[in-house]
C-alpha cells in the first residue's frame, strides 16, 4: 500500500481568530440538516393550512361585520350567519390557538436539547472538542445561527398566525391583549421560541441526555408561561382612569374587544374608599350594563350607570394603544433569559470536564 | 521539544482515582506505546493530553508548554479516542469537509487521496462503515490536519492484522515525513515492539514505567541462577520480578546502564520489551524512576543510583 | 499447565427447571429499571394532576355550592358572585381542563418511542434480543406494561377530571357531547392515552430513531385527534354519549391492537 504524502506546511498562526462564520455556518446546517429541514417543513404545512382556512374564515367574516355583535339586535339572516361562523370556523381555530400556544416549546425543545446534549450522549463530542476549533467557538456559533433561524421562521410564523386570528378577535371578544392572542402575535412569539431553544440547549448540556432534556424543557417552559400570566399584570403600562364612558357596551369591529381592566374600585365623597354594600351595588347593581369583571383577560364592561354623586368609580387597565410597550417589555425579559441562558450554556461547554 | 508533560497528574472520578501522581515527559520524534491492563489510566491519560477532560490535580501540557485544551495544543494535537468516533450520519466527504472546517490546517488533497488507496467510499454514511473502515478514517482525519502529535487510544483493536500492519506503516510514515509524534495505546505489546522507542506503563492508575525503548531495554537483565543463592543476590539488585523455581531462580533486574558483570553460576541475558512490561505489570509498587536521559529536564533534587 | 474438566452430567443443558422459554415476570423488573426516568416522572405529573384538581376543585365545587344558594339571584352581591366564578374560577378550570387533554400526547411521545427505538439506536438490541426470552415476547411485555399503566393512570384522571368540571356544565351550558368534555369523560380519555402510546410504539420501531418518532407521533396524533373532532364524530351511527363512548373506544382500541401488532412484525423482521 502506498501513502501519498505533502510535505509538511509552515507553522500557521495559532493566535485566536473570530469564529469563522461561514465555516461553523456549513458545520451548523450539515449537523443539524434534519432539524434545519423538518422545522420549516412542517411550519410550511401548517402555514399552508392556516392560509386556506384564514381565507375561509376571513370570508365568512366580511359577511358578519355588518351585523351587531349583540345577540337581541340580530336579524335572521345575521343570526344564522353568526351560527354558522361559531359552530364551524372558531372550533378549528380555537384548536389552532391552542396549539400554537404549544409550538414554540416545541421548536425550541426539538431543535434545542439535542443540539450539544447528542454529540455528549453518542461519544461523537471526543471528535468535536479536540479539533482545532475551540469547543465554546463552536457551541456560540451553533447557538447564534440555529437560534437566529428559528427566531425569524418563527417570527414569519407568527405574523401568518396573527392574520389568520384577527377575524375571531371580534366575534369572541377577545384583543390582542388577551392571553393566548397576546402571545402568540408581536415579537413576543419569536421571543418565545427562542427562550424555549436556549432552555433546551441549555438543559440539554446540563443533563447530556436528550430526551430527559427536553421532557425537563417542556416542563420549564410551562413554570415559565405560567409566571408570565402572572406577571404581565404589573407591567408599567396600566393608567388609571374614572372615565367609564370609555368602554363601550359591545365595540365595533374597527375597535375590536375591550381593554384589559385589571381591577376595580369605588371612592365615595371626599376620595375615602366606599363601603362593601355600596360598592357592590355600583359594580354589580342593576343598570345599564352591570356587571364587572375582576382582573379577567378578556375583560367585560364596567357599570355604565347607577354611580350616586359623590361617588366615583375607578378602573385600573391597560388600553390597546399600550399593546407594542407591552410587547417590547416581555419580548425584552424573555430575551434577556435567553441570552443568560446561552452564556450559561457556553459556560457549561468550557468547563465540563469530559 | 517535549511534546507531552506531566506533573503530578491526576483524575478523580467520585471517589475513586483513575489517575494518580503521573509526572512524565514525552519527547518529540518518539512514538510512544502506553500499555496497561484495563482499568489502568490510558485513556483517561490520553484525554487528559488531548484536552478533552480537566485534571483533578496536577498539569498537563503539550507542545512545548502550552497546557492541554488550548487552542495552539489543540491546533497541534491529533486524537483519535476508542472506538474511533465519527458522525454515523454523515458521509466519509462530509467527515473531510467537516474536518477542514474546523481546524486552520488540513490537506484535503492528502486525505481524499489516502480514502481512495484504502477503498473507502466518500458518499457511504460514516454509520454504515466497518469497523476496521471507520478507524482508517479517524486515523486519516487526524493525519491530513497535520498535527505535531497523533494521540490514539486503542487504535488497533478493531482491525484485522494484514491491516494492523498497514495502519501502523502509516504512522511510521507520517513520523519519517512530517516529524509528527505519536502516542498510541494498545494491549497487544509484542507488535509495538518493533515500532515503538518509548515505552509508557500504567498499572492500578500509577505510572510505572516512562521511558526510552533503548535506554530500559539496556538498562534491564534476565539473571537465572540457583535459587539457593537467589535471596543473597536479589537483596543486591533492584528486582522488578522474582520467577522461582526448584533448582533455578529468574531475576529480571534493573541493572542500569552500566551493569556489573553476573557473579559465576549466573547468566545475564538481554530481556524483550514484552518481559519487560509484564514484568512490571505483574509487579505493582516497583516503578521505573525518572532516568536521566540526555532529553529530559534535569530534576532538582534526584539522588542518582 | 493442567486443564480442569468438569463431568459431563453438570454441563448437562438440557435438565433443570430452567428448561423452556424464560419467564415474564423477570420482564417486569427489566422494564422498570429501564424505564425508571419515565415512570418516575409520570407518577409525579400524576400526583401533581390529582391534588391540583382536588386542591382547586374542591374550591370551585364550595364556590359553587353557595352561589347556587345565594338569594335574591339578582341582588348585586349574588351578581358580584356570579361574575367571580364566571371569570376567575371559570379560567382556572379552563387551563387546568385543557392542560389535562393535553398531558396524554405529551407524555406518550416520550414513553411510546423509546421503548424499541432507543435499543435500535444505541445498539443494544445485540444483547437484548438474543437473551432467552426473545424478542418478541421482550416488546410484547414492555408495551404491556407501559401502556397499561399508563392507561390505567389516564382513567383515574379522567373520573376526577369529570368531577371537578361539573359545576361548569351548568353555568357555562355545556353538555356530555360538546367535543372537549366528551374527550375527557368515560372511556374516551383512557382510549385516546393507550393509542397515543401504542401510535408512538409503532412510530418509533418504524423510524428506529427516538427524536424523530417522537416528533411523528404528536403530528400524527394531532391528525387524528383533528379528523376524529372535525369530521368522524359526526358518523357515528348514534348521537347520544354512552354509545358514541363505546363506538369511539372501540376503534380505539381496534385502531392499538392494530398498531401494536404492526410493531411486532417490524420487530420479528428486524435485521440490521
Known sequence: MSVLTMPAQPDQDTAPRPVPWRRMAWITWRQQRATLIAVPAVL???????????????????????????????????????????????PLANACSILIGLAPVLIGAFAGAPLLARELENGTYRFAWTQGLVRERQAIAKLALLGLTLVVLAGAFGELFSWFFQPFLWTEQMNRLTDGVFDSSGIVFPAFTLAAFAIGAFLGMLLRRVIPALAATLGVYLAIRLAEWGVRKYYPVAVVTSNTKIFGQFETPSVPGYPWILSTWVTGPGGKPASQSVANQILNGPGPGAGTSVASGAGAPSAGGSVPPGYTEWNRWIPLSHYWPMQFIEAGWLLVLAVALMAGTVWLVRHRAA | MNVIETCELGKRYGKSWALRDCTLTLPAGHLAALVGPNGAGKSTLMNMAAGLTAPTSGTVTGLGGHPAGSPAALNGVAFVAQDAPVYRNLSAGDMLHLTRNLNQRFDTAFARARLADLGIPLNKKAGKLSGGQQSQLALTLALARRPRLLILDEPLAALDPLARQDFLAAVMTAMADDGVSVLLSSHQVAELERVADFLIVLSRAQLQVASEVDDLLAGHRLLTGPTGEADEYAGRLTVVQTRRGDAQTHLLARTGETAAPAPPGWESHQVSLEEVVMAYLRSPGVSEPAPLTRLQRPQPTEATR | MTVFTTPASRLDRDAGPESGPAPWSGMLWITWRQHRGLLITVSVVFCAAVAGLLVTGLRIHHDYALLSACRPATSAACLGMSNFFNSTDWHEGEYLHVAVQAAPVLIAMFAGPPVVARELETRTYRYAWTQGIGRVRWTVAKLALLGSLLTILAFAISQLLTWFFAPFMTTQQLTVLTPTVFDTSGLSYAAWTLTAFCLGAFLGTLLRRTLPAMAATLGVYIGLAAATWFYLRDHYPVKTFWPMQLFEAGWLLALSAALIAATLWLVRRYAD
Open chain 1, 44 to 90: 410550511a404545512a401548517v402555514a399552508v393550512f392556516l392560509v386556506i382556512f384564514g381565507l375561509k374564515a376571513h370570508h365568512d367574516y366580511a359577511a358578519l361585520v355588518n351585523c351587531p355583535l349583540n345577540q337581541g339586535q340580530q336579524s335572521s339572516a345575521c343570526a344564522e350567519l353568526f351560527r354558522t361562523f361559531n359552530s364551524t370556523d372558531w
